[in-house]
């Protein structure tokens, strides 16, 4: 789906039903379960069919990566270790926050016994193989390295594109948070209440890069909405599936955490660091002719978890004995399920639960 808004790349579309047939090698088993064989007694194996999401489905990579040319056009990658500086917009649950920063930390928690493979540390080291032009390779460490509350809604209940950097530049003139523009990087988390300029309709969440003219300083930065109230059939998809299969087709899958607008958010937040680390001020990694509506090593991926995925699949993931879904392995024992991502070499989909 092409985005026609200028300066706003680097969208996580909402609408595509990823049919790349050469993502993994694997034989699919339609919804086929299978005890995993290496005695996590209580987990399974399988590979659930599910409703397409509701918008329409661009069949952009249907088939062959043969029509993938993804490029590397010059400009740098977050090859320096990486701060986060998290903005939550509106009224988060610690709970919630607490999940999220799970997620973040976990991308540098490389001990095994801190968190099992396939880890998310494993996952992000797909991300990692992408180099800028003097070979640096996007970091593997990234921490949080802020927080702001922005719990009065300081830009009102709807944002625009715009004013997401206004609310940016809100959070970095407050004291005491940076404006880090050496190795900082922006997240704006926008809760359930919050309405955003093409939220649902046609994005989940978007990167790019703020303008001096709104925050002072060109800052790479992602937003991503909580859509658990206004579309997750949409946007936490497959935690919540279009309604239109009546009770006949297959039935949204179980959060690992529990919350499906989190949990949701949280494979969208995976897709945009992604994006925004390999492709941060929109001219490093990216497919097609269109640097404004460029397809990105997330955008490649989308709705493919694991191997086998496709046509409707979402690829061999794990249930636990609680019909909990998952790929990834976190910190303190927590399970996420993130979509997998480009891999440069392979040049295919990968991600660290392929099963070949
Ligand atoms: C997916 O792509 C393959 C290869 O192009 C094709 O055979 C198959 O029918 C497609 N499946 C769907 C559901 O479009
Ligand atoms: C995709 O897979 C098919 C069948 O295995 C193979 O013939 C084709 O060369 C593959 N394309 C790429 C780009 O790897
Ligand atoms: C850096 O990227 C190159 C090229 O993709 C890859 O071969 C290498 O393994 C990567 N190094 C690290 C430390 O990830």
Redesign the pocket.
């Known amino acids: 789906m092409v985005i026609h808004l200028l300066f706003f790349a680097s969208i996580l579309v909402v609408a595509q039903?990823n049919?790349?047939?050469n993502a993994t090698s694997a034989t699919v088993h339609p919804l086929n379960t299978q005890p995993l064989s290496h005695g996590a007694g209580d987990t399974y194996i399988f590979n659930p069919q599910l409703p397409p999401r509701s918008l329409s489905s661009s069949?952009k990579f249907?088939?062959?990566s043969d029509l993938v040319s993804l490029r590397y056009h010059m400009g740098p990658v977050l090859s320096s270790p990486i701060n986060i500086y998290l903005i939550w917009y509106g009224h988060w649950a610690s709970s919630q926050q607490l999940l999220i920063k799970d997620f973040l930390l976990s991308i540098s928690t490389f001990n095994h016994r801190g968190a099992p493979s396939p880890s998310v540390s494993d996952w992000w080291r797909t991300v990692s193989l992408y180099t800028d032009q003097t070979g640096a390779n996007i970091s593997r460490s990234i921490l949080i390295a802020g927080e702001y509350s922005d719990h009065l809604y300081s830009h009102g209940t709807h944002l625009t594109r715009l004013s997401i950097q206004q609310v940016i530049g809100t959070a970095v003139k407050s004291k005491p948070f940076p404006v880090d523009h050496k190795n900082g990087i922006y997240l704006v988390l926008t809760a359930t209440d919050v309405t955003v300029q093409d939220f649902c309709r046609a994005v989940c969440g978007f990167h790019y890069f703020t303008f001096p003219s709104m925050v002072g300083y060109t800052l790479p930065y992602a937003w991503v909405g909580n859509s658990g109230k206004q579309c997750p059939e949409v946007c936490a998809y497959p935690f919540a599936v279009p309604g239109y299969m009546g009770g006949g087709g297959p039935g949204a899958l179980r959060p690992p955490n529990g919350d499906v607008g989190v949990d949701g958010m949280i494979s969208v937040i995976g897709h945009e660091l992604a994006e925004l680390s390999s492709n941060p001020l929109v001219n490093a990694w990216y497919a097609g002719e269109d640097p404004t509506a460029p397809t990105e090593i997330g955008d490649l991926c989308e709705g493919l978890y694991g191997t086998g995925g496709?046509?409707?699949y979402i690829g061999q993931v794990t249930r636990d004995k609680g019909g909990r879904t998952y790929n990834l392995n976190g910190r303190r024992g927590r399970k996420f399920l993130v979509q997998w991502i480009w891999n440069p070499i392979v040049k295919a989909c990968a991600g660290p639960n392929a099963l070949d």
């Open positions: 039903s049919n790349n047939s069949k249907e088939g062959s496709g046509g409707g």
